[in-house]
């Protein structure tokens, strides 16, 4: 299977599902549990919604995935199949520092795509906090909730960065990815801290936000971006590593390429 996948949004769409739902049952058959971030902003959303809806068996032989006879089944469609839920833990990869109710809440927007079609345990979704009004506090609150849970799960990698199932990212418009942004040298060279706050003037909207950090990302067994057409020959640039000197870039996961998913209204499925 190719790290470049491009489609027209549709097709994309279900396959980004597909990889997460397959690599959640990979990684519940080899260790018991699927750990899972979550990428904020608008692209990923049609993707949770699918998620909590379920995809088809089919696609995710693609994927390499044998399933289960307990596979769980979509409660929409008794062909698809959802994600392991009991077994999945949720995380964020960034937020924006604004009240959960807040329109460009991150959260907003798992809560009202996969919190409101699947069944998820409230001990299996960890959110970053935004309540306390000091963001470094906060920062440093979520990086101490990971530490335990990996510590709990007995999981994480010889040089202590946590080693997610999965990450999630997206690509903004300026080669950011999750809250890193292009010029923040602060953010970009943290090697030792695994949740950061940061500030983001630029961005859209602009403020603090909370991120993982580099190093985090680096160490998941598997990440996938999400592009939206819109910032393909970005993505290709990124992909191709003619811009190593974007945030985007700057991801090398140590156990191999990122999968890129980049929606082209023009093509099918392709793997180049």
Not at 146 to 166: A, H, K, Q, W
Request: with cysteine; hydrophobic share 40%.
């Amino acid at each position: 299977m190719s790290n470049w996948i491009t489609a027209n949004e549709a097709a994309l769409i279900e396959q980004a599902a597909s990889l997460i739902t397959a690599t959640a049952y990979r990684a519940v058959a080899e260790r018991g549990r699927f750990t899972l971030v979550l990428s904020g902003g608008k692209t990923p959303k049609r993707v949770y919604e699918k998620l909590a809806r379920g995809v088809h068996e089919g696609l995710l032989r693609q994927f390499g995935c044998t399933l289960p006879v307990h596979a769980r089944r979509s409660a929409h469609d008794r062909e698809a199949v959802t994600l392991p839920w009991p077994e999945t833990f949720l995380f964020q990869g960034d937020e924006r520092y604004v009240p959960t109710s807040h329109p460009d809440s991150n959260f907003r927007m798992v809560r009202e795509t996969i919190m409101r079609h699947a069944c998820i345990r409230r001990d299996n979704l960890f959110r970053m906090p935004v309540e306390s009004g000091d963001p470094e506090a906060d920062a440093l609150r979520y990086e101490s909730l990971l530490r335990g849970v990996f510590r709990r799960g007995g999981t994480g990698t010889s040089t202590g960065f946590p080693d997610f199932d999965l990450v999630m990212l997206g690509l903004g418009r300026d080669g950011h990815t999750a809250s890193l942004f292009p010029g923040d040298g602060r953010a970009l060279n943290e090697r030792e801290r695994w949740v950061i706050a940061v500030n983001a003037p630029l961005a859209e909207p602009p403020g603090i936000r909370l991120t993982l950090t580099l190093p985090v990302i680096n160490h998941a067994k598997t990440v996938m971006f999400l592009v939206p057409s819109e910032r393909s020959e970005l993505a290709r640039s990124i992909h191709e590593g003619k811009r190593p000197d974007l945030p985007a870039g700057m991801v090398i996961p140590i156990h191999g390429q990122p999968r890129w998913f980049v929606a082209d209204p023009e093509q099918e499925i392709v793997h180049p």
